[in-house]
């Protein structure tokens, strides 16, 4: 038997050139064997409501919902785990990343609907998709908050917690790097801020966690009540959405208006820090303010800011009967939430702003925030890569092709090249957004509503915002929920990693079966070549 008989990933080789076969954990069983990890972990998270008992006794009645399903998972999780606890871990093999990265959605989502159902008596579809819209840090909501127990309200700001800085990163913070890194950046992000992930995530732990708590205090300072502070300040960050009242940051608006104004002016500026790339935050907080600036989506976003948020202003002063300064805060407020992804409001309803507004913000969720942010979208780099390419193509063909010019974004103080690849790579997924976001706005126009509602419900639920012109709610047709929940996640993962794994997926398991059976047949041999 020669060396090329025999697949290599099964042999290892000594220095007296021996070849062994050498089965270690791969494919299928390792992929298993992390995701207990992961379950377990999710498992934990789930019991962090549960010290809202210890404020509000009341809610001692709601505790079986939460700790049950975490016993569970924390138990299936480590069962799991033993799958690859002893032997030799291989390296996970190209696909099998975005295989285990999906797998971890889908399962968290499952595993995270559990409390919905039992604590709020929700069914299968509006649990999941309650589960989604907080994972994915959209907002939007089947249920009441005025009504809801205050730890299912921690609950969901758990989960928004915990999709907005990204799972992967949490267990990242706390284990090796190993693989964390491939995982991670197939989460679609870039922000590795030091040269090891683990330090890397652990650091932007810390710059998101003292948001929170900075993001709190002035809440209560401000007059907002210590749990909603705590609410509030973990989903503005998360540009998630999530309210712990019905009528969203509107509700305070009975503190005074100095009161009310700072409320409004915190939440601002959380949902605008929540839309920045972390490597931002890093630079801005070690005083290397050349980086912030010169960078093309800081740019970006100032632009946005200065141009839309006049117009938004204007608009409400001329057409909805708010006077020059009502409208100028309800303008900026809503501008800024709609470009963050964020999802909060302080207009009591969203269908009743002006038509171009509505268009304005299908436009501003449709772009986001900046790569490596808690916002959703399409991202500010793509979209400025975007127009540059047309400028570049203008450019280029206005010189008549006499010289090639180098292409350049600027990016946390450096300058990025842009090839034609990375431009078609931006343009291809902005495309298939939209022609995805069509397709489903077709399939909740057949269940009854306008196509212009959909297009908002779709695009709000795509780029993780939450913002709702009324389609979403507790007897919204359940095709339209699971709709809406699969846009969510598409969303969330950024469209290739889903359809990859999928693929993938097949070809991991096809591939483990006849990896499997040759192990069988040469285990154990020692062959000299």
């Known amino acids: 038997m020669t060396k090329k008989q025999i697949d290599t990933e099964l042999i290892s080789t000594d220095n007296f050139g021996i070849h062994k076969v050498n089965v270690g954990i791969y494919g299928v069983r390792l992929i298993i064997g992390y995701l207990g990890i992961f379950i377990a972990f999710i498992g934990m998270a789930m019991i962090l409501p549960c010290f809202v008992a210890i404020f509000y006794p009341e809610e001692k009645i709601y ?19 033993l ?7 291989e390296k996970l093999r190209k696909g099998e990343d975005q295989v285990l990265l999906v797998s971890i959605w889908v ?20 649990a999941f998709f309650e589960s989604t819209s907080g994972l994915t840090t959209t907002g939007l909501t089947v249920i009441n908050p005025d009504t809801t127990p205050k730890m299912v309200l921690m609950y969901r700001s758990v989960l928004q917690f915990l999709g907005g800085v990204g799972l992967i990163l949490i267990i ?6 190993k693989y ?46 210590i749990f909603d ?12 959405g999530f309210s712990v009242r019905n009528a969203s940051i509107g509700y305070y608006e009975y503190l005074g208006p100095v009161r009310y104004m700072g409320i409004q002016i915190v939440t601002m500026i959380l949902m605008i820090l929540g839309a920045t790339n972390f490597l931002i935050h890093a630079n801005l907080l070690r005083g290397k303010f050349k980086n912030v600036f010169k960078n093309s989506e800081t740019t970006y976003t ?4 200065l141009l839309f948020a006049p117009i938004f202003s204007i608009s409400l002063y001329l057409s909805s009967g708010y006077d020059l300064q009502e409208a100028i805060k309800i303008g900026v407020f809503q501008m800024v939430s709609a470009y963050s992804t964020t999802g909060y409001q302080i207009i009591p309803s969203i269908a009743a702003m002006p038509t171009l507004l509505i268009g304005i913000t299908v436009v501003l969720m449709a772009v986001g925030g ?47 090249e842009l090839t034609d690849k990375n431009r078609k790579e931006n343009n291809d997924f902005i495309l298939i957004l939209i022609l995805i976001a069509v397709v489903a706005s077709l399939i909740i126009t057949a269940c009854g509503y306008t196509f212009g509602d959909a297009i908002f419900e779709v695009f709000s639920a795509f780029t993780s915002t939450g913002l709702s012109v009324g389609i979403t709610s507790p007897q919204a047709n359940p095709i339209v929920l699971w709709t809406l929940s699969l846009i969510m996640f598409l969303g969330r993962l950024e469209i290739y990693a889903v359809f990859i794994s999928v693929f993938n997926a097949v070809g991991l398991v096809r591939t483990d079966l006849k990896t499997f059976f040759k192990s069988r047949k040469l285990k154990g041999k020692i062959i000299k070549i």
């Open 172 to 177: 990242t913070a706390t284990i090796s790097d």
């Open 229 to 240: 502070a705590i609410n509030h300040s973990i989903s503005a960050i998360a540009t998630g």
């Open 370 to 416: 900046a790569t490596g942010s808690t916002s959703g979208g399409i991202k500010q780099y793509r979209m400025v890569s975007f127009f540059k390419g047309i400028y570049w193509e203008f450019k280029d063909r206005l010189g008549k092709g006499r010289y090639a010019d180098t292409h350049f974004m600027t990016y946390a103080g450096k300058y990025v």
């Open 302 to 305: 100032i632009f946005t800011i």
């Open 107 to 126: 399962i968290s989502i499952l595993i995270s609907s559990i409390p919905f159902m039992t604590s709020m008596n929700m069914n299968f579809t509006q």
């Open 83 to 89: 799958f690859i606890i002893r032997g030799k871990k």
């Open 63 to 81: 505790l079986k919902d939460f700790l049950i399903p975490a016993g569970g998972s924390i138990i299936v999780g480590l069962l799991m785990y």
């Open 180 to 225: 964390g890194l491939k995982l991670y950046s197939s989460e679609g992000h870039n922000d590795k801020l030091l040269p090891n992930m683990a330090k890397s995530a652990r650091l932007i732990l810390t710059i998101y966690v003292t948001y929170i708590l900075a993001g709190t205090v002035l809440y209560s300072l401000f007059g907002m009540p």
